[in-house]
């Protein structure tokens, strides 16, 4: 199978407005004024009130650091006692000196494990597969799973950047009910989730354990100043078909994108077995064609360069009033709407800075 990168990760990936919510979770609970914070990362409180609204990645991002400043906490006030400012790069410093990413595991769950907040990573190796899993203390913590689920892709990704490997997530497991949001799990977890499990955890090959770690001090003086921005992408998967067909959407050009017999053939197989192998990680093409029109609407959105008549154009809708109800059936608003709250997000930053 061709490698494929994507041509900008950041204009074709969208966060579900579920996690902002989650995020404030925590804020909410302590009696910080919520909207305020909002505010101060240049989102519309109101554009949360629309259960489909996606936000930007650089904008949750930004909410994440908003937050933690706000509480002291880089746990968000998710766990049973703060986490202070600084402990993540202390974890990061600690890692860059272990030899392999197995080494590196068991190094920051013992470092983790020295503090009390509640929630705790735990890493077992069997003979094919390495495992990191989280236990909390008690159930009316992380009520919304933010934490345990932010955890977890976030050893992942830190894994990958350690190593500088896409590293496959062979199975996320979770122990309780699939939630409202469960579509968003494969684009944070890729495509195999399974729900009602007795331990939440991410399992991974048993040969990336023996990876060895590339990072150096600098590259953490480097990295902290885009956290979290740069774990809120995921790693391409190359072995998720799905994830194949996104990226090659996602680099085929405004306007143009390349039908179901092309991209078989980019792909060297045949319409039959691609289709198969859709059918096996529960997606379509056409879904995966809706989420790329999607985000890159929702990025030229943000940009405030062009006319809406424009972005139709460019996201492959030949008639306007087509995208508009393509994109309100997506988000559950107008793309006027949208970007209308996109605006006033910025000018409320703004006012508050």
């Not at 899993?133 to 933010?146: G, N, P, Q, S």
């Not at 590259?219 to 100043?225: G, S």
């Amino acid at each position: 199978m061709p490698q494929v990168n994507l041509r900008s990760p950041m204009k074709t990936t969208t966060i579900a407005n579920h996690y902002v919510r989650a995020a404030l979770a925590g804020a909410k609970a302590k009696g910080l004024d919520t909207r305020a914070l909002l505010q101060k990362a240049g989102m519309a409180p109101e554009l949360l009130d629309q259960q489909k609204a996606r936000v930007y990645p650089e904008k949750m991002a930004t909410l994440y650091a908003v937050v933690v400043k706000a509480m002291g906490d880089e746990f968000m006030g998710h766990g049973s006692h703060p986490t202070k400012i600084g402990t993540f790069a202390t974890f990061c410093q600690l890692m860059v000196h272990c030899k392999t990413l197995g080494e590196a595991f068991k190094t920051g769950c013992r470092f983790y494990g020295l503090f009390d907040h509640g929630v705790h990573t735990g890493f077992r190796r069997t003979a094919a597969f390495g495992e990191l899993f989280v236990t909390k203390d008690a159930d009316a913590l992380d009520a919304y799973h933010f934490l345990t689920e932010t955890q977890l892709a976030f050893w992942h990704r830190i894994a990958c950047w350690l190593t500088g490997k896409k590293i496959p997530i062979d199975a996320a497991e979770f122990a309780y009910p699939p939630p409202a949001h469960v579509s968003e799990y494969k684009l944070v977890f890729y495509n195999n989730c399974y729900f009602n499990r007795q331990q939440t955890l991410i399992r991974i090959p048993a040969r990336c354990l023996d990876w060895p770690i590339i990072r150096n001090m600098q590259d953490v003086e480097d990295l902290l100043p885009q956290s979290p921005e740069i774990f809120l992408i995921k790693p391409g998967n190359n072995a998720s078909i799905s994830a194949q067909i996104r990226n090659i959407l996602s680099r085929s050009g405004d306007a143009v994108f390349p039908d179901f017999e092309t991209i078989a053939q980019q792909l060297n197989t045949s319409t039959q077995t691609l289709r198969r192998r859709l059918r096996e990680e529960n997606e379509s093409f056409q879904d995966l064609k809706d989420q790329v029109r999607r985000d890159l609407a929702i990025y030229y959105l943000c940009q405030h360069q062009l006319s809406i008549n424009d972005i139709a154009l460019r996201v492959g809708f030949t008639e306007p009033s087509t995208f508009h109800r393509a994109f309100k059936k997506w988000t559950g608003v107008t793309p006027g709407i949208y970007r209308e709250k996109e605006l006033a997000g910025q000018e409320e930053a703004l006012q508050s800075a």
